[in-house]
């Protein structure tokens, strides 16, 4: 069977109250000075706020000490270090991001909530609908530019445990980098006097060529042609904003060996990801209907620092990261199985390397900073082993970390991230967030679940579980 969840609790109902925001700066003094980001992250489409949620139990040993407190002052003395988050993002000629380093600190928020961790369910994963309670939203913090970096608000609980979350400015930093800085702040709370890994910034290793030349192909930024636009992409613009749903789906490790089990043996040896990407990509063009010749496309990430000449130190933490898209026509991808959605996708992978990297960073300033197509498109991100949960400020590992919505970009019904979480009884789920119009949502569940587990039978039907919070 398929497991999905559908939303909010409806039967979860708390209060949180809110100290006034305050702003921790760096506890010594810092350089004043401009840092550039890289090309990479100056690109259009990561200038947005990212968010995400650490839950904690109650541990015995740390009774009488308050996480509000270490935290806050291990976030100061973190600060030292990595003095960029405590300054503004600024833009410059071509659009060019950089870091004005102020030392004006980042947004904290002191919290109280009337709920206990079990309240919040046996399985803890995203979306979480209450976000909004556990990190209020500073419209000061919109736009991004002249803004705090990054906001952090720790929510003490009832029981004793409590909830520590965050919204990152992507342009600086991706999802690795701000795990860096969180297991440095980690160690400066548990009595460290510095990061066991130093931070580095050296961003101009992901800078443009001069002149930049444009020598690969790169779906992910092709026109958004008029004769696709308006028929496929405004299938979500002419749907009321309550007419669009999200749900989670959890997939069990005997359902994606059943996946594998299908496919010929060049393919069965294949990543659960690309192959649980392959399968999204093929239910959600089906739900969705595109006409058959529209070119539909899948972006997927690819992580740079395993492919570059010249690797990037140690303790970097920009972005460092490609979503590089294939592309078939629509009919191709609902009429074949899933492994011909494999065979494009690998392909598609496999040209990856060095010069296609510098290729891309070299077409994003030629063409001054784009934002990525979303015409068609389709961004599936792997956060299965992203490591938020061993964030351990000295209460142990949390009990969930990761993103807080199941979508790492500013238009949700175009993405999804892989994640993986487990429960109580240490039974372990890939989740798969999904955000489509509330039609096309019953047909992809519809799909996936034929998939994972044969042709429908009313007598196995899937329970649908609520979410957790």
């Known amino acids: 069977m398929i497991l999905q969840s559908s939303g909010c609790s409806p039967s979860l109902d708390f209060s949180v109250r809110r100290c006034q925001p305050e702003l921790v700066a760096p506890g010594k003094p810092t350089p004043r000075e401009l840092k550039l980001l890289s090309d990479i992250d100056s690109q259009a489409g990561l200038c947005f706020q990212i968010p995400f949620i650490m839950l904690y139990r109650r541990d015995p040993s740390m009774e009488g000490k308050d996480p509000v407190g270490i935290i806050r002052k291990a976030l100061a003395e973190t600060l030292v270090y990595y003095y960029p988050l405590a300054g503004r993002l600024r833009e410059g000629d071509g659009r060019k991001l950089m870091v004005d380093c102020t030392a004006e600190g980042v947004l904290f928020v002191e919290a109280d909530a009337d709920v206990t961790l079990d309240q919040f369910g046996d399985l803890l994963h995203p979306p979480f609908p209450c976000f909004h309670e556990l990190l209020q939203h500073f419209p000061a913090s919109q736009p991004i530019i002249n803004s705090p970096v990054l906001i952090v608000q720790v929510t003490r609980l009832k029981c004793g445990g409590f909830i520590m979350a965050i919204r990152l400015n992507h342009a600086v930093s991706d999802g690795p980098s701000l795990l860096q800085f969180l297991k440095a702040l980690s160690e400066i709370a548990k009595g460290a006097s510095q990061p066991s890994v130093l931070p580095v910034w050296h961003r ?165 900073r784009p934002h990525h197509t979303t015409a068609g498109s389709f961004l599936v991100m792997n956060m299965t082993r992203a490591g938020f949960e061993d964030v351990d400020v000295g209460w142990g590992k949390a009990i969930y970390g990761g993103l807080a919505n199941g979508f790492s970009t500013n238009v949700p019904e175009m993405t999804s991230n892989i994640m993986s979480s487990e429960n109580s009884e240490g039974e372990r789920f890939v989740v798969i967030p999904i955000s489509l119009p509330a039609v096309a949502m019953e047909v992809f569940a519809r799909e996936l679940s034929e998939m994972l587990n044969g042709p429908h039978d009313p007598s196995i039907s899937a329970p649908r579980i609520m979410s957790s919070i």
């Open 204 to 368: 101009q290793l992901l800078t443009a060529r001069n002149p930049p030349r444009v020598t690969r192909i790169h779906h992910e930024y092709d026109e958004q042609d008029s004769h696709i636009n308006p028929q496929f992409h405004p299938i979500f613009m002419s749907v009321p904003p309550q007419n669009i749903v999200q749900r989670s789906f959890f997939v069990r490790p005997s359902q994606i060996a059943a996946l594998r089990g299908q496919l010929p043996s060049h393919l069965a040896r294949s990543t659960t990801f690309d192959i649980l990407t392959a399968c999204l990509w093929r239910c959600r063009t089906i739900a969705l209907q595109p006409p058959r010749e529209a070119e539909v496309r899948l972006m997927s990430t690819v992580g740079l620092r395993s492919l570059l000449k010249t690797p990037l130190p140690l303790g970097y933490y920009g972005n460092s990261f490609l979503f590089p898209a294939v592309v078939s026509a629509a009919g191709k991808l609902m009429d074949n199985h899933f492994e011909y959605a494999l065979e494009v996708i690998k392909k598609g992978r496999a040209t990856v390397d060095q010069e296609h990297i510098q290729s891309l960073i070299d077409l994003t300033v030629a063409k001054g």
